[in-house]
């Protein structure tokens, strides 16, 4: 015990020595790789082995369980009902808003089932070579600011847990100046919640399976036992269903087109990125799931957001959206016990989502970016002390509202991305993809010397122009007198992004296409993969034994 011990330290030892160097942090090349001779990439990039192909349409439930099952999606219906609609909109928005984003993420979904490849890989079969890494840097940016947004509010369901054991947490002095925007009690909640994080961030994505079903039994009950809860307290499930409409004919109409618009843009990221996560699906099938999964899961956390919140007028007197305002009411030896478990189920809540729809995504595009350095796991540790830290989420969140505009009108970036991707996979290559080709700078991806496909480029202005002035009023107010009719696009950013996107892409290809990325039938990244693999082993006079243990050990490598 002592000598392993002892062995394991003078490992550790070792690797932070050599890493005090530039070339301590370079990642073995693995074998089988299916780029350039001479370029660097990893197994995290390449075609997912089959080893890895663990998910099944269940592990997809999980998957959408733990993405959808957040205080975002709890407290989606009151941003609907601030703008005047009633409960009756609010439910239809969730409805048909989450079956409008199902749209990109099952055509893009099936892409990542079939070809097995990530999102950053899958890119280049579009936009080109050099033009990806704009997607790229797009999507990871977005991931970044939510990795900021998601790991604040799990501090707060953090400080409900521990007041829940000692009241007295909530008295702690504080010595941060105002300026900071943050107490110390918050401080503390923020490192512990994060300290918890950490650790279960750095799990790879092709073991989260049991994560996700433990998330989804977790946070269900616990919702269910909210609202049962707070109807009892109340006698019943309140009046908030005799609300009356605030606005009535074309302005009535432009909030609901507006407010559907805003529950597709949530998931832009996902819609984007989803190849990241069904890579790694044994079949396709469980693609399809999703179209369920998705709407019911927003369907059902909205409406336990409604009762919860109507009966939360009649116990309190105010309409308390966020489930964890809502726990900070409750008091005395019962009260904090339920404190304490609804506090426990949206750090799990949390977690699962910086996990399905934030962490992996950017680590996934900073492994792509610099493959000589980053895999997945460094890409983790780098996003997530980044968001947490250096990003000053508290700033984020106390910060004017203008900024918080911006950071929901970056779905008007990514919408054309994802229907870019999803056109150029459906329509214009009719399904058949040379995945060798994608990891080859010379192949015939490139499009051009600029490695751009200019028709992607044109698609992209043509569906983000017209967004940008309502974009710019959002932002500030100020503007909105001098845009006209432009902020009714900006009313349905998401679905004008990725309509005119799709629709003009599509034409563009077909009237200029490039003969040479259009092939007869799919030509597998496996097939390449394995005749690397078995040609370098004969070169190496090994039977290929040794090969799988090397790059196991060398997969999750800090």
Request: include cysteine; hydrophobic fraction near 50%; charged fraction near 15%.
């Amino acid at each position: 015990m002592a000598s392993a011990v002892r062995n394991r330290f003078q490992k550790i030892k070792a690797g932070a020595k050599a890493k005090t160097k530039p070339s301590g942090w370079i990642l073995p090349q693995e074998k089988g790789a299916l780029g350039d001779e001479g370029t660097w990439t990893n197994i995290d990039m390449d075609v997912t082995p089959y080893e890895r192909r663990t998910w099944t349409a269940v592990t997809m439930a999980g998957f959408w369980f733990s993405d959808a099952l957040n205080a975002q999606s709890w407290e989606a219906p009151a941003t609907i009902l601030a703008v005047g609609l009633t409960y009756r909109e609010a439910i239809v928005c969730i409805i048909f808003g989450s079956l409008c984003c199902t749209v990109p993420l099952v055509l893009n979904g099936i892409l990542g089932a079939r070809l097995h490849v990530p999102f950053p890989v899958a890119m280049r079969a579009s936009f080109g070579w050099y033009f990806a890494r704009f997607a790229v840097v797009v999507r990871m940016t977005t991931a970044l600011f939510w990795h900021a947004i998601q790991t604040y509010t799990g501090s707060t369901a953090m400080t409900q847990m521990i007041r829940a054991i000692w009241p007295s947490f909530l008295d702690i002095p504080n010595h941060i100046p105002e300026s900071v925007g943050i107490t110390t009690q918050q401080m503390v909640s923020h490192l512990i919640f994060w300290s918890i994080q950490f650790p279960i961030l750095l799990t790879p994505p092709h073991k989260l399976q049991w994560f996700f079903i433990f998330k989804f039994v977790v946070v269900s009950i616990t919702c269910i036992g909210v609202v049962i809860a707070m109807c009892k307290k109340a006698g019943g499930s309140g009046d908030i269903w005799k609300q009356e409409y605030k606005v009535n004919g074309a302005m009535r109409s432009w909030l609901i087109l507006s407010s559907l618009s805003s529950i597709t843009g949530g998931w832009a990221t996902m819609a984007t990125n989803i190849p990241d996560f069904t890579r790694y699906l044994k079949r396709e099938q469980g693609v399809y799931w999703q179209v369920l999964f998705l709407p019911l899961i927003q369907l059902c956390l909205g409406i336990f957001g409604i009762v919860s919140t109507s009966a939360a007028k009649v116990v309190y007197g105010e309409y308390i959206w966020d489930p964890l305002t809502l726990a900070a009411q409750w008091n005395g030896p019962s009260g904090r016990a339920g404190a304490f478990f609804v506090g426990f189920a949206w750090v799990i809540a949390q977690i699962g989502t910086n996990l399905s729809a934030n962490v992996i995504s950017c680590a996934n595009d900073m492994t792509s970016l610099f493959p000589k350095y980053i895999n997945i796991r460094r890409g983790v540790v780098i996003a997530t002390i980044t968001a947490a830290w250096i990003m000053v989420p508290w700033k984020i969140i106390h910060s004017a509202a203008s900024l918080l505009s911006f950071m929901a009108g970056l779905g008007t970036f990514l919408a054309p991305i994802a229907a870019i991707m999803g056109a150029d996979y459906w329509i214009v290559k009719k399904t058949h993809i040379d995945v060798p080709a994608l990891y080859k700078a010379r192949a015939r991806y490139r499009y051009n010397e600029a490695g751009t496909n200019w028709r992607a480029v044109a698609a992209f202005l043509i569906s983000l122009i017209p967004n940008l002035p309502g974009m710019a009023a959002s932002v500030n107010p100020s503007l909105q007198s001098g845009i006209g009719g432009s902020r009714y696009i900006y009313d349905m950013f998401y679905i004008w992004g990725f309509t005119s996107a799709f629709v003009s892409y599509c034409v563009l290809s077909y009237f200029f296409p490039e003969p040479s990325t259009l092939i007869e039938e799919t030509i597998p990244g496996e097939v390449a993969f394995e005749e690397a693999s078995a040609t370098e082993e004969k070169a190496d006079g090994s039977d290929g034994g040794d090969e799988k243990v090397v790059v196991k050990s060398a997969d999750y490598e800090v």
